[in-house]
Every structure is written in structure tokens, then in C-alpha cells.
């Protein structure tokens, strides 16, 4: 297009395949093979938000099968592949031994291991060992040992009389140090009610008693106090940094003699969202949530493995973690230079299982054999390796809240700000009127209806308190944007920052905040995928954009001599001799001329489409000028592609480039007959390290994972037969930012549908 003056730079997202094949486009049918079990939602719904998102085409007309997804959380596994191509799977160091395992009572905490930190022989000039002292010594060196200025600052949160009796706690844990926490006595505060006082007030505690005394809220917003489990010691009564590890690494240089800064480790969770294993880790070991990093979110309902990485955090207090943890397991610890940022993944490994599958195709009055099935999911994967899929954002990029994503940030990047705080701050009249009547057998989840009452709360009561006691700690934007534009000057008393609503967006963490524009990216990128399939099909035509470093050895490139003042020859190294170029960090795209592309050297898989941004080109043809006409609507915001710059460089969006099309790396199928709906299909990789199955069954199997042969199934004839139901477990490899479930699509023709729970969320 002849506004655009050069090719920028701009990092690639996806690797391309290595073959081609031929590619023929459906568009989305109305699909009659739509699962008829009341606990799932069935196609019409699904359909609706898929057309919405811009989800509208196949890559075939092949036949499909229908099946629920994630009816159970074991039924979706995914693996990370790191950089290197290895699956990573949980390692043996993250099983917790029996010595380890967390005790059932609260009120008494499992001691710590015995302290192996080797003390210093004293000598005449030095105090006496500690054993030497007596137990009323070490009272009151303990009591001694706290500063006037802390002693105010316990004052100010607890007053006198809980503070007198707290030291006092103290001096007794110190004077009796291998008791067992239990045996020292319970303190309670008085009621607390500000939320940041009561936060303050923990941190308070683990500073000052250097994490000798545990503290938690109660219901009644009351601080319970009490004796921490006893751990490693140094000479003077204080706890070291973990329990068997020497003081904290000082500075960057103490860090290095380790191996980083930063501490890598596997995170191995069960129907959990990744932020919320790590905001229950930061809370327990009293760090910000900042000092953790990942490189992929990962799916809340199902078994996920992914690395993440920790700033400066001593190995043995984060070991300690999995005594505490439900339903996750941390390992494979080691310190490296870097921490983990988006996308330092080459993808991952999906293993599902479609339960209760269905076959219209083989419906023609009779039950279908297995053989029948077996050749017709065969069939299925063989043209979804070879052909592929549509490379669509999925649904779960655009939210699960009525008003979706991308609204809040088209919202934002026109410069309504309001509006999009006020979007994010919005609630289903529905779930507040269930919250309302505890007598109602509501399908709405118990956190859904919270948030509505919590933010009803906020809306008519400007009560910032009220509202962020109410509110779910997993809603991280709401509680956020309440706390900033909640906050009370305490001199005037009034709320100095309720019509700031950038600075209430900026307080969302910044991988949240993104997601918003993020997310009107995708919207118009699917809506532009399907336009150019709509408009050229499998053909490669001039103006398809390509990635430069993934073809320059298809391009022709002309030596000229170039002469210095003094007419001599320069020489200038060939570019693949050179030690760095331009393009190391950053990925060009360039559009095809005509003759390349009908050159036959490029496929539909090597074709990119560019998210919107300053920092890309457009296709100069009929897709170019579409990204242009819809964003330019109401629909898109009446935003030009060409001006993406904001003064807020958060939402200032660079863009970046998408494959148009993607094949999955290895896949593999299964097909099993089974009866009981709680039959569970695979094992975790938490269970293959403890010999075990779902319901204590022992695992029998060998090797280090579940092997995949297409349609073997285990049961002989006879218990075949009675076996009513056929469920299909899948194992795929896809590449970084591609979306399982719009591989599930292609590859089911829809009939992948997501198992609707016992609730809904009607937010």
C-alpha cells in the first residue's frame, strides 16, 4: 500500500512447517453431530461465539466426530516443551516423602528437619554456646532483642496489651526453641478492619520475629498469632534463610556462585490457574508476585507442567513450599543468569480425552465397531497432520465475562478509559440476584456471585473495604482498580484518586493489563484470516506477506563491488559469517511479488497476517485494505492501522506477525471403550512418579510416559461389548501461541465441545 514507506522489524511468533500439501477451505457448517448430554454446552452456543470472534472456516470437508472436552481435569494434560524440544515433565524431587507430607491440624504444625548448620567452637573471648545458657537467658535476650522502634510499630497495629503479650510469645519460643509450635499458646488481636492495616500487620510480625511467629486472619478480622514450626537457627537465635541452607547470598556476586539470580523450577498443578498457585506461593513465602515469571499461562481445568522462575529465592525455602501446596508440586530446581519471559517455550504437548464421542458419519441404524472407529479417527488425524488448521485465536483469548476482552481494549486504545474501567467493573444482574437468596439452587459458582455482590457493594457504597473483603482474591483487575480508586486520604479523609482511571488500570499487573488490547489484536487478526481465505483460498498470491529470515535462501541476491575514496575493493563479510546482523532479536515480514508468488517456492504455511501496530506492514491487496475498512468500523473502534502509537506506552501496540496456517508437531491417538464416567483415561505425570492411578489404583505400566498406538485398546472382546460408551484420547504437539482447542476444532469439524459444569458463570 503506498502509504507504507519501509519493512520494520517485528519478532516472529511462529515457526513454519518443513512440508506442504494441498489445502482445501470449508466454511463453518452448521454441525449436526453436536453432543445431546445435558452437561455440555451444546453447538448453537458455542457456534455463536465462535462467529463472533471471527472463527468461521475449515481447512476440509473431512468427516468429524463429536466429544466432551475436559469433562474431568485429567482429561486435559498439557506439557511444555522447552526451547530445547524436550517435553518437560515433573521430576522426582518434587514428591513429597511421608516426613514431608503437611499435617492434617493447622494447630499443629510438622517441625522442620533438625538443623545441620554446624556451629563455631567458642573460644574464652567469645558468649557461651547456646545450650550453655539457661532457658530465662534466652527469654529475655530474645525480648531484648526487639527494638524500641519495632516494639512502637506493634504497638500502632495491635496496641499495648497484644503487643506486651507477642514479645512475650517470643521470648518463650527463643528460651524453648526445640518445642513443637503447638505447645506454646494462641494470641488473638482485636478486630482489624482495614484490609491494609491487617496486611501490614503480617509483614510487620515476619519482619520484626523473623518468621519465629505465624500469623493469620480470621472471619472476624481478628489476626490469629501464633508459634511458627521450629527451623535451622544461627548462633543468635535467629531462623536462617531455609532450613538447612546457610544465610541469604549476599548481592549479585553471592547469587552467581550458584549458578543466577534467578531460580527455575517446575510447576506441576491439577485444576488450577497459574497465577493462583503463584499468588498462594508469593502470599505464604511474603514476596511480591513480581518476583515470579513464566513464559506461558497455562489452562486452569486440567494437569499442566510448566517452568518458572523466581527471583533471588534460596532453593531450600522454596522446596519447603510443597509441604504446603494442594493440588501442585514443585521441582527440578536450578539457578540460572535470566528469568523466564512470554513465550520462552517451543510449544506444548497436549494429551485430551473426548469422552462420550459420537459418530455421525457411521449412524446408519446400528452401533459402529471399533474397527469402524479406528479407521475413522485415523483417517481424521492423517489430514490434520498433513493438512493442518487455521491458526485462529481461541475463544478463551477474548474472556469468559459477558463483555469480552477485546471490547475493553478497543476501549481503551480509543482513549475511553472509563469505559473500560467501568467494563471491567460491570456484573450479571443474575448473579447478584442469586448471591441475594441463599435459598436459590443457582448454577452460578459461588466466586461469580461473590464478585457481583462485592462490586454492587463497590458501585453503591464507594466502599473500598467492604467491597475487597467481599471479593474473591482471584478477580486480580477488580480488586485492583477498587483499591486505587478507593483509596482514602487519611488527613482529609476523602478519596483523592476516584476518577483516576489510568492510574486504576496501570495498577492491574501489566501481563493482565495487556491482555485487554492483546486481545482486540486477535479479533482482528481471525477476522482478517478469514477474509483471506474467503478471498484466495490455498493459493499463495502477490501481496501474501512472508517472514524474511525463514526464506533468504529463496531470494536472489545481487553482488555489487563497493569502492572506497580510494577506488579499492571494500569487502564486507557474507551475512551468514557475520557475528551479529540486524534481525538477531527482531523478525521482518515482506510482501510477495507476482512472480514469486506463482514461483511454486512458497505454500499457505509459510503465509503470515500481521496483528495491528505501528511496527508492521500490511498486505498490499485486498486483505491490506480489509484491515483498514473493519477496524475504520463501529465495530472496530474507528481506529486506523497506520496510527498505533499512544502517548501510554503500555497500549502503544507495536504488532507483531501470526502463521495464517499451523500443523501440529507429533500426534498420536487412542481410541478406549469405557463404562464409568469417573474411569480415568491417561496418568499425570505426579502419579507415574508415585506409582499410582486416580482412586489409589497401583500403575502397572513401564517407561516414562503413556505410549499412544492408534486404535489398540487393552480390553479383550467380551468386556469390549459391555462397554457402552467410546472415548478418544488425543496427543498433540503444537507450536508456541497456537490454541489446542482450535486444533480440536479442525480436526472434530466442531464436535469438540467443552463440558459444561454444574454451574455457569453468568458474570
Known sequence: MGDIEEQPRKKARLAGPEQDAPVEFAAAPANDATPSSDEVETGPSQLEQEIRAGITAYVSNTAGFTGIVKQRYTDFLVNEILPSGQVLHLEQDAVLEKSEEKPKSASAPAPAPAESVEQPAATGAEKPKEENKTTEERKAE??????????????????????????????????????????????????????????????????????????????????????????????????????????????????????????????????????????????????????????????????????????????????????????????GFKYEQTGLELGDLAGNEFVITLRDCTFPSLDDGSKPSLDQVKELVAQAMQDFQTRGYINYYGLQR?????????????????????????????????????AQNPTSSSRISSDDKARAEALHLWHTTSKMGA????????????????????????KTGQQMQKTDWKG???????????????????LVWNRAAGKRLETFGDKVVEGDLVLVSEHQDKTVKVQQEEIDEDGEVIVRPAEEDMATTADDKFERARPLSKEEAESGRYSIFDVVLPLPGFDVVYPPNAVGAF????????????????????????????????????????????????????????QTDLEKLEGRMAGGRDWNGEGSGVEFKGGDVDADADAQEQKEKIAVVLTMQLGSSQYATMALRELTKGGAVSYKPDFSGAR
Not at 205 to 227: H, L, M, P, W, Y
Not at 478 to 483: F, G, K, Q, T
Open 398 to 434: 477474548f474472556g469468559s465475562f459477558s463483555i469480552s476482552t477485546d471490547r475493553i481494549g478497543r476501549k481503551m486504545l480509543c482513549g475511553d478509559l472509563a469505559g473500560a474501567v467501568a467494563d471491567i467493573l460491570s456484573y450479571s444482574p443474575a448473579a447478584l440476584a442469586e
Open 467 to 490: 467491597a475487597l473483603d467481599k471479593l474473591p482474591r482471584k478477580f486480580q483487575a477488580e480488586n485492583a482498580i477498587i483499591r486505587h480508586l478507593g483509596w482514602v486520604n487519611r
Open 504 to 522: 486504576a488500570l496501570m495498577g492491574i499487573a501489566r501481563n493482565l493489563r495487556l491482555m485487554y488490547v492483546h486481545a482486540y489484536q486477535s
Open 142 to 331: 530474645a525480648i531484648a532483642s526487639i527494638s524500641p522502634e519495632d516494639t512502637a510499630t506493634l504497638t500502632t497495629i495491635f496496641g499495648e496489651k497484644t503487643t506486651n503479650a507477642l514479645i512475650a510469645l517470643y521470648g518463650k519460643i527463643l528460651a524453648r526453641p526445640d518445642r513443637k509450635a503447638r505447645d506454646f499458646n494462641l494470641l488473638q488481636s482485636e478486630t482489624i478492619a482495614d484490609k491494609q492495616a491487617r496486611t501490614d500487620a503480617h509483614v510487620a510480625v515476619r519482619r520484626i520475629f523473623a518468621g519465629r511467629i505465624e500469623t493469620q486472619t480470621s472471619n472476624d478480622n481478628t489476626i490469629t498469632i501464633k508459634a511458627a514450626p521450629p527451623q535451622g537457627k544461627n548462633k543468635q537465635g535467629r531462623p536462617q534463610f531455609g532450613q538447612n541452607a546457610g544465610p541469604k547470598p549476599k548481592g549479585k556476586v553471592g547469587w552467581d556462585e550458584l549458578g543466577g539470580q534467578h531460580l527455575h523450577f517446575t510447576l506441576y498443578k491439577e485444576n488450577k490457574d497459574t497465577m493462583e498457585a503463584l499468588y498462594f506461593m508469593a502470599s505464604q513465602m511474603k514476596l511480591h508476585i513480581k518476583n515470579f515469571q513464566f513464559a506461558g499461562t497455562k489452562d486452569r481445568r486440567g494437569v499442566t507442567v510448566q517452568r518458572i522462575s523466581a527471583y533471588r529465592v534460596p532453593v531450600d525455602r522454596l522446596k519447603g513450599m510443597n509441604g504446603r501446596l494442594r493440588q501442585a508440586r514443585i521441582g
Open 627 to 682: 484491515y483498514k475498512d473493519f477496524m475504520a468500523s463501529e465495530e472496530g473502534g474507528g481506529l486506523d492501522p497506520y496510527k498505533m502509537r499512544r502517548d501510554w506506552k503500555d497500549i502503544s501496540l507495536s504488532g507483531g506477525y501470526r502463521k495464517l496456517m499451523s500443523r501440529p508437531g507429533k500426534v498420536a491417538y487412542e481410541v478406549k471403550p469405557y463404562a464409568r464416567e469417573e474411569e480415568q483415561m491417561v
